[in-house]
Each structure stands twice: as structure tokens, then as C-alpha cells.
């Protein structure tokens, strides 16, 4: 369509969660309108009332903002706009393009098996019957689709797709209740918010063909298609619970961040040459939905935590104490506000090795625990006379030092070793254990930088009382 600015869409349907693949397809639909200037639009589907609750749809909202995929308009909702569609419909009846089905449910189901016997699909008596033999009695309401020829699919993705039209039956549209039926909700929405690329999964491939009949008969523009691989775990089958995490709430909780996300989640069914690691913008600017790949994509845990490694190394230090400290609160130890300027200290010292916000956690701990330190049973036994008296020394070194920093500590503590003519290793674990008292610590001198002189000291203290 290059006379009309790119119009793309989300249209999610509340079901209790947003799968990392609606995630996906989002992120290219988003991805796809910023590259070529256009709007991405959402579209709850809501139409089935049982399980479209404020809280479902809310899931999806949370969802979008929390992976920074936010609309260009207010979301449109599919229910709402029932009125809509069966307005449609009835230019449709107008027309001659549709018509009135009244087969009983005996009748329809009599037809079904006949289709089945004979290899054929499910064809209604009424299709060309006059108006003036209507019976009085509920009806449905069908698309007359052609029933020779073939409907192509000059999809983005999968290639040119034929479908012969003798294999696609007469599409409901209006059931007997007066509901509309999903195939036409999406294409009077789609059409009425003026998507111009209907980007979603492969498994509505079959749906473009029956799609593309509503558009014939109304003389609606179609839209491009593009139909999106599945995502499989690491073992090639389709993502489920055994794979771990499904939902991308789920992501959240185990502590990747949005970036990371978005990051990794392109580069599922898409690339830029070699490139791993990329920004918005740079995704922004390479992005073309004719370079996503046909084949399904696999989730590999491995080069996720790479990526959210990356990201939790360049990401502001603030923003990530407020993150850890909210992991910590989930946890329920609560960081106390004299504390906070200690986690944000810390955060330098540790992120390196954390490939998520619960590991970044899980660093921070020991500057966060309550003196006096009760040490762990193992980490009891590393306090020999022998190491008390060598850690009591090193107390009164530190006490005299004056530049508490990574690089003066670490040659302080190399010079006390060659003093004491010993290796590090003979005090380094005693000295770890006292200041961290067993929970996760970085090197010797960034766990004294972390928790500060007076913290450091006040620890050796406390494991030290009579040591001289």
C-alpha cells in the first residue's frame, strides 16, 4: 500500500496472561510501524465475556507498558463494536454478498457428516434460495464465498500461499444469537482503523484466505500479510510450562529487563548480520518484516541471560537499586533508607557477573544484613586462632587506611599477605565470611568499598571481640 502510511495492530485476546509470543509479534508490528513513520494500534479482542475481565485486560496492558510497546491511540475494544459488525453484515445481505442461513442444528450437523463422507466442505440449501422462502426460525448469517477459483495469500513471510476455493466453505458471520463471529470482527476493525499490515501468527494463515472474501465483497482494500512463526523451546516443540516461562509477567519476575527483552525477542525469527546486541533506534532503523524468517524460532535461555547481562551492565545505577530493592521488598526484607545509598554503592561492584535482577539481588544481600553477623555453621570453622590473630592485624591496617577504594584495598591486602608471608588465601575466606557472613560477596576489596569503613570495621569487630 505506498500511497497510505503504515497502520499496524496488536490484537491480544484477555485470556489471565500475555504469552512472550503475543509479545513478539507486538514488538514487530511496533517495530515495523516506527521504521516506516506509521501508528501501531491495539485492539483488545473481548469478545468472549467470561474470560475478558477488567483483571485479564489489565494483564495485557501491564504487559505492553511494561515492555515499553506503548500505542499510538487510545486501544480500541472488539465487544464494544458489536453494533458495528452487524451493520456490515447487512450491507453484505444488501448486496448479495451474504445470506441467511436456516438450518437447524440437526440439519447443519446432518451436512457436516455428509461433507465429511464425501471430502468436501460444509455447503447450505440456502445459499441461493429466494428471500421469500425464509421459514420463520432463528437463522445464521454466511458469506457467499466463491466456490471456484483459488484465493492467494501474497504473504510477507511465508511467500505466496494458494488456497483453492472449493476447499473454503460459506464463512459464518452472524450466529443464530446475532453475535458476530471472530473472521468478520477482525476485518471490519481492522479496516475501520486502517491497518495497512496485518502482522501476526501463523497459525491465522488459514483465516487470510476466509479474511480476504469479507474484504472482496465489501470492496475493501486488503491489507498485506504477514504471518509470524511460532516460538519453540530449546528442544524444537512448541513453548510450554515445561520450557519455564511463558508469560511475559513471568519474564519480569525472574528479572530481566524490558531492553533486554526487546533486544532478545527481535532477534527471534529476525537479524541484522552478526549483531547480538542492539538499540531501539538500530532496530528501528534495520527493521523490514520481509526479513523475518519462515521457520519457527527456538528460546534459548543462554543468549537471553547474555543479553540481560549486557543491559544490567549498562543500565543506570539508580534505576537499578530501585529494582533490586523492589526484589528485596518481594522478598520480604525491607531496605532500611540508610541502606540505600550503600545498595546503590554495591550495585558497580557486583552487576558484572548477574545475568538477572533476582542474581543482582542476591549480590546485594550481605550489605543489607543486621549487625552483629551470625555466621553459617562452615564459615564458623574458618575462624581459627591461627586466622583470628591474622584478621585482627589486617583490622588495625584498615582502620589506618585512608583511601577506601578498590584498587588502594587491593594493594593493601597484597602487601599484608607478603607482610605476614602468606598467600591471600590463607585469610581471604576468614575475611570474607566476617563480612559477609556467608551470603554472596565480590572480591575482597569491592565487599570493604561496598559496605564502607565503618561497616567493614564494625564487622571485624564483632567477630573479633578479644582478638588483639
Same mark, same amino acid.
Given at each position: 500500500?505506498?500511497?497510505?502510511?503504515?497502520?499496524?495492530?496488536?490484537?491480544?485476546?484477555?485470556?489471565?496472561?500475555?504469552?512472550?509470543?503475543?509479545?513478539?509479534?507486538?514488538?514487530?508490528?511496533?517495530?515495523?510501524?516506527?521504521?516506516?513513520?506509521?501508528?501501531?494500534?491495539?485492539?483488545?479482542?473481548?469478545?468472549?465475556?467470561?474470560?475478558?475481565?477488567?483483571?485479564?485486560?489489565?494483564?495485557?496492558?501491564?504487559?505492553?507498558?511494561?515492555?515499553?510497546?506503548?500505542?499510538?491511540?487510545?486501544?480500541?475494544?472488539?465487544?464494544?463494536?458489536?453494533?458495528?459488525?452487524?451493520?456490515?453484515?447487512?450491507?453484505?445481505?444488501?448486496?448479495?454478498?451474504?445470506?441467511?442461513?436456516?438450518?437447524?442444528?440437526?440439519?447443519?450437523?446432518?451436512?457436516?457428516?455428509?461433507?465429511?463422507?464425501?471430502?468436501?466442505?460444509?455447503?447450505?440449501?440456502?445459499?441461493?434460495?429466494?428471500?421469500?422462502?425464509?421459514?420463520?426460525?432463528?437463522?445464521?448469517?454466511?458469506?457467499?464465498?466463491?466456490?471456484?477459483?483459488?484465493?492467494?495469500?501474497?504473504?510477507?513471510?511465508?511467500?505466496?500461499?494458494?488456497?483453492?476455493?472449493?476447499?473454503?466453505?460459506?464463512?459464518?458471520?452472524?450466529?443464530?444469537?446475532?453475535?458476530?463471529?471472530?473472521?468478520?470482527?477482525?476485518?471490519?476493525?481492522?479496516?475501520?482503523?486502517?491497518?495497512?499490515?496485518?502482522?501476526?501468527?501463523?497459525?491465522?494463515?488459514?483465516?487470510?484466505?476466509?479474511?480476504?472474501?469479507?474484504?472482496?465483497?465489501?470492496?475493501?482494500?486488503?491489507?498485506?500479510?504477514?504471518?509470524?512463526?511460532?516460538?519453540?523451546?530449546?528442544?524444537?516443540?512448541?513453548?510450554?510450562?515445561?520450557?519455564?516461562?511463558?508469560?511475559?509477567?513471568?519474564?519480569?519476575?525472574?528479572?530481566?529487563?524490558?531492553?533486554?527483552?526487546?533486544?532478545?525477542?527481535?532477534?527471534?525469527?529476525?537479524?541484522?548480520?552478526?549483531?547480538?546486541?542492539?538499540?531501539?533506534?538500530?532496530?528501528?532503523?534495520?527493521?523490514?518484516?520481509?526479513?523475518?524468517?519462515?521457520?519457527?524460532?527456538?528460546?534459548?535461555?543462554?543468549?537471553?541471560?547474555?543479553?540481560?547481562?549486557?543491559?544490567?551492565?549498562?543500565?543506570?545505577?539508580?534505576?537499578?537499586?530501585?529494582?533490586?530493592?523492589?526484589?528485596?521488598?518481594?522478598?520480604?526484607?525491607?531496605?532500611?533508607?540508610?541502606?540505600?545509598?550503600?545498595?546503590?554503592?554495591?550495585?558497580?561492584?557486583?552487576?558484572?557477573?548477574?545475568?538477572?535482577?533476582?542474581?543482582?539481588?542476591?549480590?546485594?544481600?550481605?550489605?543489607?544484613?543486621?549487625?552483629?553477623?551470625?555466621? #553459617?555453621?562452615?564459615?564458623?570453622? &574458618?575462624?581459627?586462632?591461627?586466622?583470628?590473630?591474622? $584478621? @585482627? !592485624? *589486617?583490622? +588495625?591496617? =584498615?582502620?589506618?587506611?585512608?583511601?577506601?577504594?578498590?584498587?588502594?584495598?587491593?594493594?593493601?591486602?597484597?602487601?599484608?599477605?607478603?607482610?605476614?608471608?602468606?598467600?591471600?588465601?590463607?585469610?581471604?575466606?576468614?575475611?570474607?565470611?566476617?563480612?559477609?557472613?556467608?551470603?554472596?560477596? #565480590?572480591?575482597?576489596?569491592?565487599? &570493604?568499598?561496598?559496605?564502607?569503613?565503618?561497616?567493614? $570495621? @564494625? !564487622? *571485624?569487630? +564483632?567477630? =573479633?571481640?578479644?582478638?588483639?
Amino acid at each position: 500500500m505506498p500511497d497510505r502510511p503504515v497502520v499496524t495492530r496488536i490484537a491480544p485476546s484477555p485470556t489471565g496472561m500475555m504469552h512472550i509470543g503475543t509479545a513478539r509479534t507486538a514488538l514487530f508490528n511496533w517495530l515495523y510501524a516506527r521504521h516506516t513513520g506509521g501508528k501501531f494500534l491495539i485492539r483488545v479482542e473481548d469478545t468472549d465475556r467470561e474470560r475478558s475481565t477488567a483483571e485479564a485486560v489489565q494483564v495485557i496492558f501491564d504487559g505492553m507498558k511494561w515492555l515499553g510497546l506503548e500505542p499510538d491511540e487510545e486501544p480500541v475494544f472488539q465487544f464494544a463494536r458489536a453494533d458495528r459488525h452487524r451493520e456490515v453484515v447487512q450491507t453484505m445481505l444488501e448486496r448479495g454478498a451474504a445470506y441467511r442461513d436456516f438450518m437447524t442444528p440437526e440439519e447443519l450437523e446432518a451436512e457436516r457428516e455428509a461433507a465429511r463422507a464425501e471430502g468436501r466442505v460444509v455447503r447450505s440449501p440456502w445459499r441461493d434460495s429466494s428471500p421469500n422462502d425464509a421459514p420463520d426460525r432463528p437463522f445464521a448469517v454466511r458469506l457467499k464465498a466463491p466456490q471456484t477459483g483459488e484465493t492467494v495469500v501474497d504473504d510477507q513471510v511465508k511467500g505466496r500461499v494458494v488456497f483453492q476455493n472449493e476447499h473454503l466453505d460459506d464463512l459464518i458471520l452472524l450466529r443464530t444469537d446475532g453475535n458476530p463471529t471472530y473472521n468478520l470482527a477482525v476485518v471490519v476493525d481492522d479496516h475501520d482503523m486502517g491497518v495497512t499490515h496485518v502482522i501476526r501468527g501463523d497459525d491465522h494463515l488459514n483465516n487470510a484466505a476466509r479474511q480476504t472474501h469479507i474484504y472482496q465483497a465489501m470492496d475493501w482494500e486488503v491489507p498485506v500479510w504477514a504471518h509470524l512463526p511460532m516460538i519453540h523451546g530449546p528442544d524444537g516443540k512448541k513453548l510450554s510450562k515445561r520450557h519455564g516461562a511463558q508469560a511475559v509477567s513471568e519474564f519480569d519476575d525472574m528479572g530481566y529487563l524490558p531492553e533486554a527483552m526487546r533486544n532478545y525477542l527481535a532477534k527471534l525469527g529476525w537479524g541484522h548480520g552478526d549483531d547480538e546486541i542492539f538499540s531501539d533506534e538500530q532496530a528501528i532503523g534495520w527493521f523490514d518484516i520481509k526479513d523475518v524468517v519462515s521457520a519457527p524460532a527456538r528460546l534459548d535461555w543462554d543468549k537471553l541471560n547474555h543479553v540481560n547481562n549486557h543491559y544490567i551492565r549498562q543500565a543506570e545505577v539508580d534505576r537499578l537499586a530501585a529494582l533490586v530493592e523492589g526484589v528485596h521488598a518481594g522478598r520480604g526484607l525491607k531496605v532500611r533508607a540508610a541502606l540505600r545509598p550503600v545498595l546503590a554503592r554495591t550495585i558497580p561492584l557486583v552487576r558484572d557477573g548477574a545475568k538477572t535482577l533476582l542474581e543482582l539481588a542476591d549480590a546485594t544481600v550481605f550489605v543489607l544484613r543486621e549487625r552483629p553477623l551470625e555466621l #553459617p555453621e562452615k564459615q564458623q570453622g &574458618l575462624l581459627t586462632d591461627e586466622s583470628r590473630g591474622r $584478621l @585482627a !592485624r *589486617l583490622r +588495625d591496617r =584498615l582502620a589506618d587506611q585512608a583511601a577506601w577504594e578498590v584498587p588502594a584495598l587491593e594493594a593493601l591486602i597484597r602487601g599484608f599477605a607478603e607482610s605476614e608471608g602468606v598467600g591471600i588465601g590463607k585469610f581471604g575466606p576468614a575475611l570474607r565470611a566476617v563480612l559477609s557472613g556467608g551470603s554472596p560477596a #565480590p572480591d575482597l576489596a569491592g565487599a &570493604l568499598v561496598a559496605l564502607g569503613k565503618d561497616e567493614s $570495621l @564494625a !564487622r *571485624l569487630n +564483632d567477630a =573479633l571481640p578479644n582478638a588483639a
